[in-house]
């Protein structure tokens, strides 16, 4: 089954610990894509990745890292998190680049105390 | 700066009435535009997509509209059931980059 995973569904950490937060397609899509999700906010673009190595900013790339060392892979990090980071996450996969539908994961809940 | 928003934030339609959801874009630029679907719980699903060079695209109870000329973005559902219960983005895309803009939602709500 075409999907994009992600892991964990759900997390609480305290400040400063550094997480990861994981993101797999087994469609052999080129383009990845993290998104952060708050009320009032809609959809904001976190960070993005054309294909293996080429990762780019997206809208809201502070405190954020990534890195795409394989296809399917697109890894979120939080080096040090904030109470401010606490949201809902969303990873995506296209085939080519954002011109093309994005299939989103079922998103990771993040709570940062 | 370059935004997509929308209109009404909710939006309250009797059963089997029609639905119009609407979306305004302020990047002339954008040539891309898509329409999603986010169930409570779940992630945003795509619905419906238009490029710029057309101005209305038809999908199975669904029509997107697109008036370039005010950069307005328009999603409407027919006879709307109580599944199509959610909350609707638009999102628009340029050539020149690859970012994704979204705008900040309309939840439809399904009166009986």
């Known amino acids: ?113 | 700066g370059e935004s997509v928003g929308l209109h009404l934030p909710t939006l309250s339609v009797q059963e089997g009435d029609n639905s119009i959801i609407n979306c305004a874009y302020s990047n002339s630029a954008s040539d891309y535009f898509i329409w999603y679907k986010q169930e409570s719980g779940k992630g945003p699903q795509f619905i419906i997509d238009i490029r710029s060079n057309m101005d209305k695209r038809q999908g199975q109870r669904v029509t997107v509209l697109l008036n370039k000329t005010v950069k307005h973005l328009s999603l409407q559902i027919a006879a709307t059931q109580p599944g199509d219960s959610a909350v609707y983005f638009c999102a628009e895309n340029t050539n020149r980059d690859d970012k994704i803009i979204f705008g900040k939602g309309t939840r439809l709500h399904i009166l009986p």
């Not at chain 1, 569904?9 to 383009?31: A, D, F, P």
């Not at chain 1, 009032?40 to 809208?59: A, C, H, P």
């Not at chain 1, 996450?89 to 998103?107: E, K």
Request: charged share 20%; aromatic share 10%.
């Open chain 1, 1 to 113: 089954e075409a999907q994009v995973t992600q892991n964990p569904r759900y997390l609480i950490t305290v400040t400063g610990k550094k997480l990861t937060v994981t993101c797999s397609q087994n469609m052999n899509h080129e383009y990845m894509s993290w998104y952060r999700q708050d009320p009032g906010l809609g959809l904001r673009q976190i960070y993005y990745s054309m294909n293996v190595e080429v990762t780019d900013k997206g809208d809201v790339p502070e405190g954020y890292k990534v890195s795409r060392k394989e296809k399917r892979n697109f890894p979120l990090i939080l080096e040090s998190p904030s109470p401010n980071q606490t949201s809902l996450y969303f990873c995506a996969s296209s085939l080519n680049r954002g011109l093309d539908t994005q299939y989103f994961g079922p998103g990771t809940r993040l709570t940062v105390l």
